[in-house]
């Protein structure tokens, strides 16, 4: 049930068919550059789209912005120590500020990094470290129709053999995403994490969490990890995180704010600082974020995630955001759109695939799917198929991602019927052509522009 009603309106609307085709014309067919005030319903992230709570309004006018010793940073570190059992905080502009941190510390040329699967910023920052970024998704992870309770899992089969064939002493860290973003936000088990965190102690790496959506991966313990029936999401959250030696932290997530991040150490033993993971995080953060107890936030930002992720793992929170993301695949499968499943934590995806037969995967299935929901609603999602992943062999899947606590069940009815109505003339969906796209291949589907193949 949810435990909340709207304090505050933002007035959105729909644009006239005629604009929003003027709309897509003009944006290149990329939903990237399509302006907001053009969106009716904004799926295209979770990410600092959320609505805050009251207390993390009023917390704001607390902000202490004292360049050193502010005590919003002290409410910070508060938080992240209750919450997720770290004592050791680096504040940092957002999730890949944090990477930057703790990585850059961490990886060099030519090492190798594993993880469940890499979201793109990670991926990037240990390519631009030199590392190789190597996913270990287990198997079904990428099917929209295999069964299974934790998809988002780690495997060990893949992690091992990535080690035999590059040596132990050139794996210097190992990841876990917890949910797996890449792997349509499927959750990872405690069990899982324990193995992991074994692996890694085996090959003496650095155990490293990527925590952007531990609420939500602990509400779908939960409710699927026998173990952990009974148990309440903070104390999952704090047991699965335990595992890990140091955490990674985009507070635009479950930190529930607009912006912000972190990296956290654990406890480490005494000795030089030069031999310290958070003494190096920290010299690092001063040279790429800011000074330690503010890290390229304001003190008020620091305060409302301070008291977002106390919220975050508050009954009955993580289970209302949960079960708002299956209701919305409920409504799109109903629909009779083909639905990934399991339902992941933070969206739902669509396999455009499925959908357009007809639609090669050079025209693009996937953004096809992007510019027909927007076409057809105003609804703003994301590609994530062989546009945002040129070459890679992967599921034609369209995002739909939910901003937390934002929208009723009337804008995701409204999805569902735009949804529907493209379905219904699925046979006549022509698909995109590029007409220009920035050199980096990684980084194409956030400008590259398109048109209609004729
Ligand atoms: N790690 C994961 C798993 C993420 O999903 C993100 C961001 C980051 C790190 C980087 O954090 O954006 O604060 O710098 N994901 C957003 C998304 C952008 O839409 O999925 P950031």
Partial sequence: MRNYRAAMVEPISLPSRERREAVLEEAGYNAFNVASEDVYVDLLTDSGTGTMSRDQWAALMRGDESYAGSRSFGRLEEAVAD?????????????RGAENVLYGCLVGE??????????????????????????????????????????????????????AEAGAENVPVVVLTITNNSAAGQPVS??????????????????VIDACRFAENAE??????????????????????SYADALVMSGKKEGLANVG?????????????????????????????????????????????????????????????????AAFGDLLADAGLPVYRPVGGHAVYLDAGELFPNVAPD??????LVRELYREGGVRCVELGSFAFPGADRPELVRLAL????????????????????????????????????????????????????
């Fill in 220 to 241: 779908f313990v939960r409710r699927r990890e026998a173990e952990f029936t009974g148990d309440t999401v903070a104390e999952i959250a704090r047991e699965q995180l």
């Fill in 403 to 454: 901003p937390r606590r934002t929208y009723a069940r009337e804008h995701l009815e409204h999805v569902a019927d735009a949804g529907a109505a493209v379905l219904d003339r699925r046979e006549a969906v022509r698909g995109l052509e590029i007409v220009s796209e920035p050199p980096v291949p990684e980084l194409r589907h956030f400008s590259a522009e398109l048109r209609p193949v004729e």
């Fill in 110 to 163: 030519g090492d190798v990094v594993l993880n469940n699967a890499h979201f793109d910023t990670t991926r990037a920052h240990v390519a631009n470290l030199g590392g190789d970024p190597v996913d270990c998704p287990v198997e079904g992870a990428r099917d929209p129709n295999a069964p299974g309770d934790f998809k988002g899992n780690f495997s060990l089969d893949r992690a091992r053999e990535t080690v």
């Fill in 261 to 325: 991040g972190f990296a956290a150490v654990a406890e480490e033993p005494e000795g030089e600082a030069a031999d310290r993971l958070f003494e190096r995080a920290k010299q690092r953060g001063i040279l790429y974020e800011g000074f330690p107890t503010y890290g390229g936030m304001a003190g008020r930002d620091m305060e409302a995630m301070a008291v977002g992720l106390r919220e975050a793992v508050e009954p009955p929170y993580p289970e209302a955001r949960l079960d708002q993301v």
């Fill in 83 to 95: 919450v997720m059992g770290f004592p050791n905080v680096v504040p940092c502009h957002q999730g």
């Fill in 363 to 368: 025209e693009f299935p996937g953004q096809t």
């Fill in 190 to 207: 405690v069990a899982n994490t324990r193995e992991v965190a074994d692996f890694a102690r085996g090959i003496d790496a650095t155990f």
